[in-house]
DNA sequence: CTAAATGCAAACTATTTGCAACGAT
DNA sequence: ATCGTTGCAAATAGTTTGCATTTAG
């Protein structure tokens, strides 16, 4: 593992967020980390395939990664767009059982509006009816 | 309805698979359609907007159109990349309990090897003993 | 000294858009 | 005559790659 590459782990091990690709790179120039956008590619589909960091995709959105590997799914807020995990369990066996078949994994992803985002929506509502 | 758009709706409502724009684009041309590119997507998502297709994000893959608005999830190959329905039923209300929240919505894409493709695999794998 | 890692710019894939020409009412 | 639809080409977003250069062992 080179400097870069650990300096890159250690950024995102250290954050809450799902961060896409371009958030790290952004997140490595506020650490003054001198990093290219290629790199930040790089280094990230490294992570993903040494299997130290998963990718998680959700329709119409960049691709984020996770630096939680165990299995589990995710929530996305469809108006701050910010992705969290969700442990729901694992499905594998129910789904194997109701396709008939081995199956290889699986992806849920969950669209919700976050509380946060919802208070403020609601707010907002509040706002209007004000004026 | 433009009359584009009514024979590109015959056309998707008359196959069992789930295409790819391009797939669309490339059956037109063989349908003898004389349609744009471009055409082709402006009209697959006016199609979503009016609710009478759902577009199908697969990761990694690009977006396919599914003739079948039903709440119902998908099944992916990742060896011939066929996309197929699966009836898991609606985990709408588990979702809801397990997060403690609200939901709009989520999707379930299970990845496999398809029987076929299975079959194929383990013919592929008695041609290399026997060599 | 060698091989791997990096930066840069260009390529690439999927998709969307601006705009002029076209076609139906 | 007007307005929505189309085709084309260019733009865009996200990501990957080729290649010359730098870096580390």
Redesign the pocket.
């Known amino acids: 593992m080179?400097?870069?590459?650990a300096e890159m782990l250690d950024l995102i091990r250290s954050s809450e967020r799902h961060m896409?690709?371009?958030e790290v790179f952004m997140l490595c120039k506020e650490k003054g980390i001198?990093?290219?956008?290629?790199?930040v590619?790089?280094?990230l589909?490294n992570f993903v395939d040494d299997g130290i960091m998963r990718k998680v995709s959700i329709p119409g959105?960049?691709?984020r990664f996770d630096k939680t590997v165990r299995p589990h799914d995710h929530i996305f807020c469809s108006r701050c767009k910010k992705v969290c995990d969700i442990d729901i369990g694992d499905l594998t066996e129910m789904l194997e059982k109701k396709i008939g078949s081995r199956i290889d994994g699986y992806t849920l992803s969950v669209k919700y509006i976050c509380p946060e985002c919802r208070r403020l929506e609601s707010s907002e509502a509040e706002d209007k009816k004000s004026v």
């Not at 001198?34 to 790199?39: E, G, T, V, Y």
């Open positions: 080179t400097k870069l590459a896409t690709a371009e001198k990093i290219s956008f290629a790199s590619y790089r280094i589909t959105e960049p691709d």
